[in-house]
């Protein structure tokens, strides 16, 4: 039995699995099967495994519930479909979101491609200037943001955000990918539903696809209902390799958030870094919200190289431990530049405008030991600086 109430490294061991049993498995096993046997009247709770109740989805459901301290939980194909199945349920033609403009690019995508078929509008505003509640309408029914943002880690004051939604009868959705259950959880802040890419911290290993919202049991039932026929069920072998991820979740966290903080002090002290983005700094712009409302700072991190996009290209070219790559969240150092990946469709001046100069080096920071990481950071600085000499020479 779970003491009550477990801490959250427990839940992610134990919660929602089935009471042992003599010659059970430790390890809850993979069902594979698509379909389940029914009793005479066509009855069973286990169906049919596009619905996404299977045994694996189960007991993953009930974890990721646990966690975020909501009654229940979906998990479905990726942290898109997650987002889909939220928006899907909470909106129909006529309706208005309003989104953070700091969202994720697919999510952009989602609203403004998509959806706008659909004959639902978004508009972008600023979550963190007082002034977005002239955005409402008499017609929207959700704001949407996320709980830190890429790449310049703005910290939401989810309950600020959320009251303000909940006057105007707005439902509040947070994309909460950058910090898993572990550092934050913006259900306990008010907002309605959290959604996490469960292909980041969640699976930790960056070897499964998935996404998780977390709520209400009314509002996931209704979020269950779009899934079950929109059809973005997670298979059952990447529903138990994210189970098995999240059982290390609390350790991986811990070590995220130390190697966050020492690297984040460590790159300040650097002369070739102009600008360190660490949520852990009091520089940083929500360094007080951040204080407050989390439980860990993260290990995001976003440098600008003094030398701008030249000298951040010789820099990631030069790194030997961490690896040049998209996405986040897992064991592995990885390390990008928004404006090739993420904000390549802006221009050089809109970046700027951002907080995202070229020379901006987004880095997900791994569980490697913080000095070995330290060690490929210096010598790959020191490789951007000597390229540069070289090139002055030359010139
Ligand atoms: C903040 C955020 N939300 C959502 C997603 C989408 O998740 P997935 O790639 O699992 O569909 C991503 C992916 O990078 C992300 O970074």
Same mark, same amino acid.
């Given at each position: 039995?779970?003491?009550? &109430?477990?801490?959250?490294?427990?839940?992610?061991?134990?919660?929602?699995?089935?009471?042992?049993?003599?010659?059970? &498995?430790?390890?809850?096993?993979?069902?594979?099967?698509?379909?389940?046997?029914?009793?005479?009247?066509?009855?069973?709770?286990?169906?049919?495994?596009?619905?996404?109740?299977?045994?694996?989805?189960?007991?993953?459901?009930?974890?990721? %519930? +646990?966690?975020?301290?909501?009654?229940?939980?979906?998990?479905?194909?990726?942290?898109?479909?997650?987002?889909?199945?939220?928006?899907?349920?909470?909106?129909?033609?006529?309706?208005?979101?309003?989104?953070?403009? %700091? !969202?994720?690019?697919?999510?952009?995508?989602?609203?403004?491609?998509?959806?706008?078929?659909?004959?639902?509008?978004?508009?972008?505003?600023?979550?963190?200037?007082?002034?977005?509640?002239?955005?409402?309408?008499?017609?929207?029914?959700?704001?949407?943001?996320?709980?830190v943002?890429?790449?310049?880690l703005?910290?939401?004051?989810? +309950?600020?955000?959320?009251?303000? %939604?909940?006057?105007?009868?707005?439902?509040?959705?947070?994309?909460?990918?950058f910090t898993s259950?572990?550092n934050?959880?913006?259900?306990?802040?008010?907002?309605?539903?959290?959604?996490?890419?469960?292909?980041?911290y969640?699976?930790?290993?960056?070897?499964?696809?998935?996404?998780?919202?977390?709520?209400?049991?009314?509002?996931?039932?209704?979020?269950?209902?779009?899934?079950?026929?929109?059809?973005?069920?997670?298979?059952?072998?990447?529903?138990?390799?994210?189970?098995?991820?999240?059982?290390?979740?609390?350790?991986r966290m811990e070590r995220h958030n130390r190697n966050g903080a020492e690297i984040a002090r460590w790159a300040?002290?650097?002369?070739?870094?102009?600008?360190v983005i660490h949520p852990s700094l &009091?520089?940083h712009?929500?360094?007080?919200?951040a204080?407050? !409302?989390l439980?860990g700072f993260g290990a995001m991190l976003g440098i600008?190289?003094?030398?701008?996009? &030249?000298?951040?290209?010789?820099?990631?070219?030069?790194?030997?431990?961490?690896?040049?790559?998209?996405?986040l969240g897992?064991?592995?150092t990885?390390?990008?530049?928004?404006?090739?990946?993420?904000?390549?469709?802006?221009?050089?001046?809109?970046?700027?405008?951002?907080?995202?100069?070229?020379?901006?080096?987004?880095i997900s920071l791994g569980i490697e030991?913080a000095?070995?990481l330290i060690?490929?950071?210096?010598? +790959?600085?020191?490789?951007?600086?000597?390229?540069?000499?070289?090139?002055?020479?030359?010139?």
């Amino acid at each position: 039995m779970m003491p009550h &109430p477990a801490g959250p490294g427990t839940q992610a061991i134990h919660a929602g699995d089935p009471a042992p049993r003599p010659n059970a &498995p430790v390890v809850n096993p993979i069902v594979t099967s698509t379909t389940f046997y029914m009793d005479a009247e066509g009855r069973g709770d286990l169906l049919y495994t596009r619905y996404g109740n299977g045994p694996n989805h189960q007991v993953l459901e009930a974890r990721l %519930a +646990a966690l975020d301290g909501g009654d229940d939980a979906l998990a479905v194909g990726s942290g898109m479909a997650a987002m889909a199945c939220a928006l899907l349920s909470l909106l129909q033609a006529g309706d208005h979101v309003v989104a953070t403009d %700091a !969202i994720y690019g697919g999510t952009r995508a989602l609203l403004s491609t998509e959806l706008s078929r659909l004959g639902i509008q978004t508009t972008y505003v600023d979550l963190f200037s007082p002034e977005w509640t002239e955005a409402l309408r008499p017609e929207t029914r959700v704001v949407l943001g996320e709980s830190v943002s890429n790449p310049i880690l703005r910290v939401l004051d989810v +309950a600020t955000v959320a009251r303000a %939604a909940q006057a105007h009868g707005a439902a509040l959705v947070i994309d909460s990918t950058f910090t898993s259950p572990l550092n934050f959880r913006p259900l306990e802040h008010g907002a309605d539903l959290v959604m996490h890419s469960a292909t980041k911290y969640l699976g930790g290993h960056s070897d499964v696809t998935a996404g998780v919202l977390v709520g209400s049991a009314a509002r996931i039932g209704e979020a269950r209902k779009r899934a079950r026929v929109w059809g973005p069920v997670l298979d059952p072998h990447a529903a138990w390799l994210l189970e098995r991820g999240i059982k290390t979740l609390s350790v991986r966290m811990e070590r995220h958030n130390r190697n966050g903080a020492e690297i984040a002090r460590w790159a300040q002290e650097r002369l070739e870094i102009a600008r360190v983005i660490h949520p852990s700094l &009091p520089s940083h712009t929500d360094h007080e919200t951040a204080a407050r !409302i989390l439980d860990g700072f993260g290990a995001m991190l976003g440098i600008e190289l003094r030398g701008g996009g &030249p000298a951040a290209t010789r820099f990631v070219r030069a790194l030997q431990l961490a690896k040049l790559a998209p996405s986040l969240g897992g064991v592995e150092t990885l390390v990008s530049e928004p404006r090739h990946t993420s904000h390549a469709a802006m221009t050089p001046a809109e970046r700027a405008a951002n907080g995202i100069p070229d020379g901006f080096v987004r880095i997900s920071l791994g569980i490697e030991d913080a000095a070995d990481l330290i060690a490929d950071f210096d010598q +790959a600085l020191r490789a951007a600086d000597a390229g540069e000499t070289e090139r002055e020479a030359a010139d």
